[in-house]
């Protein structure tokens, strides 16, 4: 009997440690607004598990505000970002719409915030991305 209990503590402990992993991973999933940038455009990016891996996180555009471009919805702008605990994400890759270049990424949930930077090697640029209601973001 001890051994069963054992046994039963243990499979608890691990679904829990696998559904915490899985609930601290989805805290940056849902669609967020880039920084407007100085002509007034921004974009709205789904975050969501990657088709390709769903222990990934990617990121795509879904809207378009204000912005010259209309070829930017769908487009992938987060890559292969690794849930890295506590709110942070590694190892990924941004795209950059602006230079048309893509840069190794980092992300972090500060409070209701999510900092997304792109990195080339010691010099990062980033942005401070708010969360918005999905309801209108693939308008």
């Given amino acids: 009997m001890m051994r069963f209990v054992a046994v039963g503590v243990a499979l608890a402990l691990a679904v829990a440690l696998v559904l915490g992993s899985a ?18 455009a921004y974009l709205h990016v789904r975050v969501a598990p990657c088709g390709y891996d769903t222990a990934l996180t990617c990121g795509q555009i879904v809207r378009v505000e204000n912005a010259t471009r209309d070829d930017l919805v769908g487009r992938p702008i987060i890559t292969g970002m690794t849930p890295d605990g506590d709110g942070r994400w590694t190892g990924g890759q941004i795209w950059a719409p602006d230079d048309d270049k893509t840069y190794g990424s980092k992300m972090a949930l500060q409070g209701e915030d999510l900092v997304v930077e792109g990195c080339f090697a010691i ?17």
């Fill in 23 to 40: 609930a601290q991973a989805g805290d940056a999933f849902g669609t967020w607004q880039t920084e407007t940038s100085e002509t007034g």
């Fill in 123 to 139: 010099f990062c640029r980033g942005q401070t991305w708010t969360r918005v209601s999905d309801g209108g973001a693939g308008s």
